[in-house]
């Protein structure tokens, strides 16, 4: 069962988001709304202080604004990560992402762990850093509120390791890290 609390919870101004909120407005009394509002408004969630372990809830936050699910393509239990390195990779990864979030508002991860069986399935390269083999990691992402090309020249100046110039052919830049962590740079 869905609850209110993690709607508010999970909310990053994606477009389907605001449409269920909106929704929810109309439906429910204006007190509950309000008195709700309060509520997360004064006190909102505390994030917890442990680090990601491979067996971590979905709704770890692994940073303030990114969860453990978005790593996952959205939870899948599938993607959960098999080894504590690969949770330092992407704790790292989320690190610069809420960086981003700064500069460019909330971040969908279009594309974050890809287990063996999972990038063979979607065609991923042989040695994707979506696997996440040791010393590597990767997710694909772009700022839903617009200025994918800005964000894309940022990382460009700010991202030391891997970058994959997506924005303008595929919706989103590959922001990675390989083993002994070279600066790469490659277009789509
Ligand atoms: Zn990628």
Redesign the pocket.
Known sequence: MIKLTDAAFYFKQEPQQIEAWNYLECMLEPEIMEAFATMYRDKPPTPPQTELNPSSPMSHLVTPNFTYSELCNGGQEARRFTGQDQCAVATELCEFLEILRDKFGPIKIT?GHRPPAINASVGGASQ???LYQPGCG???VYPINGRGQEMEDYCDKNWPYSV?YGMSYRGFV?L?IRDGRPRVRWDY
């Open positions: 594309s994707s850093e979506h990767a997710v694909d994959g590959h990675g």
